[in-house]
Structures are given as structure tokens and as C-alpha cells.
């Protein structure tokens, strides 16, 4: 008999290409595929639904820590998983046991005979149905990407919408301007619901102010019904028509994740139904934990492998917008070597990311993202680099990537692994 993990990969591997090429776009087949289920996403928990570049997963992890602080009870959904897929579906407390998934993946794969449909549907589709059988106070609803067209956004009526920053991504499907983008991450917001919108470019900026009034959307935009930032003391300082007030240190490193707290209290303020004292946000903000999200590794292999003094950091930051956030806060911190491991898919520009790195690191080492086939050549990564003149080569893997930096010798440095959300993934899985 099949153990549930082999039952799952039965059902997904044949389909994990298409978590990087999900074909055209259209709600036709999700549609189809959760009204042969029963419609299970018009009986689930009020959903907060959650699109934008960078900062989605910082702002769902900051409502999961502030709403489960006030004991309140979270599911949530997410993508890409790092290390297990069990991540995509967080249900009451824990992620979902092994066992369930794969009853449930089952359910819907026999659901959606016929229909072809992919990856990020099926496991969707699997969260909606787990969500609408198991009692929950709230349910976090990450978009895979863009959203118009995104498989979550089947919730016809969210309790609430949040936009994160919006930047150049995935511009293949979404677009080649960042009014083009918006208006793809714009679909998330519904008639009567909050949206409550992050910092933002004054052009997709625009877009979300003509949205939200041709529908009938109260908007609580970053920068007008309120604002977030960092005191000198490291305090988080939000300021909205209910007042001014300080808050803990946000638990996630980088001045970056001051206006992703922000968001996620505007939301709480936004939707007031939740309940979410503030003692319970300052707690929420002091224990919230992402993973990738400028994290220091402290254990594993890789570790094993520096020298006293060095650190080695991880994060998923694989678009422009997120490159520069990244290299903005390294900036911030106490100048030591920087040398970066960086890998990618075949549809990104290196050269793009590398750009907000110059005069702050000193090498790159191009790699492959393991088993998976859209990986960027890392010879071509390192030659993207050296367009910009910075010193690279291309390496066969992590472990052989640090090796070769501490070879080197030097004073103590900082290495930071970067690009991909699979690559960090594949770190994490050894060195978690």
C-alpha cells in the first residue's frame, strides 16, 4: 500500500512543470472544477486575500502571528512550498498533516477528470475544500500570480483585500508596465470589500484608486488613510484616523518589513470583525517567523563549512523590486565582504537583480536550481554579471559555491544565497 507522501507525489510530480509555465490564463477550469466539489470556497471562514510583487508571504505571516496571538484559529494558502508541500495549506495552528493532503488531492484529482487542470489549481482547490470542513475563525488567501486570473480568486466576496508593493515580475503573462501588473493584481478587489493597499508606485498607484470607485471599494492606501515606519529606536510607529501609536521591533529582519506590519494592521483596522487587540499585534509582530526572508543560517552543512566569524544568509528575493529592498537593508549593516550564490529561472534578467548589488558585493557565483529544468544556466548567470562588471564564475552547486569563497580566504565575510524561491527551498531542506 502507498504511504500518503507517495500517493501526493503520484498525483503532483507529473505536474510540477507547470509550477513555473502555468499556460494561459483563465478561471474556466478552476470554476468547473470546484462546482463539481460542491463550491467548498463559498463555505469557508472570511478570507483575507492577499496579492502583490513583494512582501506577500511577510504580510500573510504577520496576520497568521497577530490573529493567532488574539487565540483566534488561522488557515491559510500559500506558494511555492520551500521544503514540503504540506506548506501550501496551514490549517488551525500546524501545517496539514500528510495523510489529509493526500485524501484530499485524491478527492479533487477525481473532481477534475477531464478538465486538465494544473498544479496550483488542484492543490487550491484542495485548500478550499480543507477549509470549508475544518472550523476556522480566518482564512489567509495568498495569490500564486497575478490575480484576475489566479485559482483563489474563486472567493467572490473576501472580508478584505490587500495589495503588496508592486514591481516587475512574471511580466510574460502579467504585462510590460506596472500599470499592466496592477491592473492584474486589481481583480482581488470586490465590490463593498476593504482594500487596503501598500506602498505603491504612483502609476499602479492609479490603477487601484480607479478600481476600487468604479466598484464601490473603501481603500486604506499606505501613505493616506495610514502609514508605517521605523523609529530610531527600532520601534514599529503606525499612524491612522485612530490614532498614533509604537510598536515592538517587527520580528523579520530588513526596514522593508516596516510597511509589510504596517499592511497587515491596516488590514486588521480594515476589518475590525477579527477582533485582534493590540496586544496581541505587538506580540504578533515579536514572534512571527518566514522562512527565506533574510535568514541567518545557523545549522547544517553549509554552516559546517565557514570559518569563525562568517555568516551565511538565505532569502527568496528573485525580482528586481525585491533585489533592491534586500541590498538597501545589507547597506544599512556593518560594511564585510558580501559574496553572493545566486541562481534563477530561464525568464528572469540576472543583470536586473544584480543591478541594486553594485558597490556592495564583491563576488557572484552562479548555480543551478536542483531538479528543476527551467534553471538558468549558471555560465550564463555569471556572464550576466560580469556585464556589469563584477567579478563571477559559475559553480556546481551551493556547497561547491562556499567552498570555493572560503578557499579564497579573506577577513570574515557574508555570503548570501539569492534568486529563487526553489533554490532557497533546496537550502532549507539541508540546512533548515
Same mark, same amino acid.
Given at each position: 500500500?502507498?504511504?500518503?507522501?507517495? %500517493?501526493?507525489?503520484?498525483?503532483?510530480? +507529473?505536474?510540477?512543470?507547470?509550477? @513555473?509555465?502555468?499556460?494561459?490564463?483563465?478561471?474556466?477550469?478552476?470554476? @468547473?472544477?470546484?462546482?463539481?466539489?460542491?463550491?467548498?470556497?463559498?463555505?469557508?471562514?472570511?478570507?483575507?486575500?492577499? &496579492?502583490?510583487?513583494?512582501?506577500?508571504?511577510?504580510?500573510?505571516?504577520?496576520?497568521?502571528?497577530?490573529?493567532?496571538?488574539?487565540?483566534?484559529?488561522?488557515?491559510?494558502?500559500?506558494?511555492?512550498?520551500?521544503?514540503?508541500?504540506?506548506?501550501?495549506?496551514? *490549517?488551525?495552528?500546524?501545517?496539514?498533516?500528510?495523510?489529509?493532503?493526500?485524501?484530499?488531492?485524491?478527492?479533487?484529482?477525481?473532481?477534475?477528470?477531464?478538465?486538465?487542470?494544473?498544479?496550483?489549481?488542484?492543490?487550491?482547490?484542495?485548500?478550499?475544500?480543507?477549509?470549508?470542513?475544518?472550523?476556522?475563525?480566518?482564512?489567509?488567501?495568498?495569490?500564486?500570480?497575478?490575480?484576475?486570473?489566479?485559482?483563489?480568486?474563486?472567493?467572490? %466576496?473576501?472580508? &478584505?483585500?490587500?495589495?503588496? +508593493?508592486?514591481?516587475?515580475?512574471?511580466?510574460?503573462?502579467?504585462?510590460? #508596465?506596472?500599470? =499592466?501588473?496592477?491592473?492584474?493584481?486589481?481583480?482581488?478587489?470586490?465590490?463593498?470589500?476593504?482594500?487596503?493597499?501598500?506602498?505603491?508606485?504612483?502609476?499602479?498607484?492609479?490603477?487601484?484608486?480607479?478600481?476600487?470607485?468604479?466598484?464601490?471599494? +473603501?481603500?486604506?492606501?499606505?501613505? %493616506?488613510?495610514?502609514?508605517?515606519?521605523?523609529?530610531?529606536?527600532?520601534?514599529? !510607529?503606525?499612524?491612522? /484616523?485612530?490614532?498614533?501609536?509604537?510598536?515592538?521591533?517587527? !520580528?523579520?529582519?530588513?526596514?522593508?518589513?516596516?510597511?509589510?506590519?504596517?499592511? &497587515?494592521?491596516?488590514?486588521?483596522?480594515?476589518?475590525?470583525?477579527? =477582533?485582534?487587540?493590540?496586544?496581541?499585534?505587538?506580540?504578533?509582530?515579536?514572534?512571527?517567523?518566514?522562512?527565506?526572508?533574510?535568514?541567518?543560517?545557523?545549522?547544517?552543512?553549509?554552516?559546517?563549512?565557514? $570559518?569563525?566569524?562568517?555568516?551565511?544568509?538565505?532569502?527568496?528575493?528573485?525580482?528586481? !523590486?525585491? /533585489?533592491?529592498?534586500?541590498?538597501? @537593508?545589507? %547597506?544599512?549593516? $556593518?560594511?564585510? $565582504? *558580501?559574496?553572493?550564490?545566486?541562481?534563477?529561472?530561464?525568464?528572469?534578467?540576472?543583470?536586473?537583480?544584480?543591478?541594486?548589488?553594485?558597490?556592495?558585493?564583491? @563576488?557572484?557565483? !552562479?548555480?543551478?536550481?536542483?531538479?528543476?529544468?527551467?534553471?538558468?544556466?549558471?555560465?550564463?548567470?555569471?556572464?550576466?554579471?560580469?556585464?556589469?562588471?563584477?567579478?563571477?564564475?559559475?559553480?556546481?552547486?551551493? #556547497?561547491?559555491?562556499?567552498?570555493?569563497?572560503?578557499?579564497?580566504?579573506?577577513?570574515?565575510?557574508?555570503?548570501?544565497?539569492?534568486?529563487?524561491?526553489?533554490?532557497?527551498?533546496?537550502?532549507?531542506?539541508?540546512?533548515?
Amino acid at each position: 500500500m502507498a504511504t500518503p507522501d507517495e %500517493r501526493i507525489q503520484r498525483i503532483l510530480d +507529473p505536474l510540477k512543470a507547470q509550477r @513555473t509555465h502555468p499556460g494561459k490564463f483563465s478561471l474556466d477550469k478552476m470554476r @468547473t472544477l470546484l462546482a463539481r466539489l460542491g463550491d467548498p470556497q463559498k463555505r469557508i471562514s472570511p478570507a483575507v486575500h492577499v &496579492a502583490g510583487t513583494n512582501g506577500k508571504g511577510s504580510l500573510v505571516a504577520f496576520l497568521r502571528a497577530m490573529c493567532e496571538a488574539a487565540s483566534l484559529r488561522v488557515h491559510m494558502t500559500i506558494s511555492p512550498d520551500l521544503v514540503r508541500i504540506n506548506e501550501r495549506i496551514y *490549517l488551525a495552528g500546524s501545517d496539514i498533516e500528510t495523510e489529509l493532503m493526500a485524501d484530499l488531492l485524491e478527492e479533487v484529482v477525481k473532481a477534475a477528470e477531464g478538465i486538465g487542470a494544473q498544479h496550483f489549481e488542484l492543490i487550491t482547490a484542495a485548500a478550499f475544500l480543507a477549509f470549508s470542513r475544518i472550523p476556522g475563525d480566518v482564512v489567509l488567501l495568498e495569490t500564486g500570480l497575478g490575480g484576475r486570473h489566479d485559482a483563489t480568486n474563486m472567493v467572490d %466576496r473576501p472580508a &478584505a483585500a490587500a495589495i503588496t +508593493p508592486i514591481s516587475f515580475d512574471h511580466m510574460d503573462y502579467l504585462g510590460d #508596465t506596472l500599470a =499592466k501588473i496592477a491592473a492584474e493584481k486589481a481583480e482581488i478587489i470586490k465590490p463593498g470589500c476593504p482594500a487596503i493597499i501598500g506602498p505603491q508606485h504612483p502609476e499602479a498607484a492609479a490603477v487601484f484608486d480607479a478600481k476600487a470607485a468604479s466598484i464601490g471599494a +473603501p481603500l486604506f492606501r499606505s501613505g %493616506r488613510e495610514w502609514r508605517a515606519w521605523k523609529e530610531p529606536d527600532g520601534r514599529l !510607529g503606525y499612524e491612522s /484616523a485612530k490614532g498614533k501609536r509604537l510598536l515592538p521591533r517587527p !520580528g523579520l529582519l530588513g526596514d522593508y518589513q516596516y510597511p509589510n506590519a504596517g499592511t &497587515a494592521i491596516a488590514v486588521l483596522e480594515a476589518y475590525p470583525e477579527l =477582533k485582534v487587540p493590540d496586544a496581541a499585534i505587538a506580540a504578533g509582530l515579536g514572534t512571527v517567523r518566514w522562512p527565506a526572508r533574510l535568514q541567518r543560517l545557523s545549522k547544517g552543512p553549509l554552516v559546517a563549512q565557514l $570559518p569563525p566569524g562568517w555568516e551565511l544568509w538565505l532569502d527568496g528575493t528573485h525580482n528586481e !523590486g525585491g /533585489a533592491e529592498v534586500v541590498a538597501e @537593508t545589507l %547597506r544599512s549593516w $556593518p560594511r564585510r $565582504p *558580501l559574496h553572493l550564490i545566486f541562481a534563477t529561472q530561464k525568464n528572469r534578467k540576472p543583470e536586473a537583480i544584480f543591478r541594486p548589488f553594485l558597490g556592495l558585493v564583491d @563576488t557572484v557565483h !552562479g548555480v543551478a536550481i536542483p531538479d528543476l529544468p527551467s534553471t538558468h544556466d549558471p555560465e550564463a548567470i555569471a556572464a550576466a554579471a560580469r556585464t556589469l562588471a563584477l567579478s563571477a564564475t559559475a559553480s556546481p552547486s551551493v #556547497t561547491a559555491a562556499v567552498a570555493d569563497i572560503v578557499g579564497k580566504g579573506g577577513p570574515e565575510s557574508r555570503i548570501l544565497i539569492c534568486g529563487s524561491l526553489y533554490l532557497a527551498g533546496s537550502v532549507l531542506a539541508e540546512n533548515g
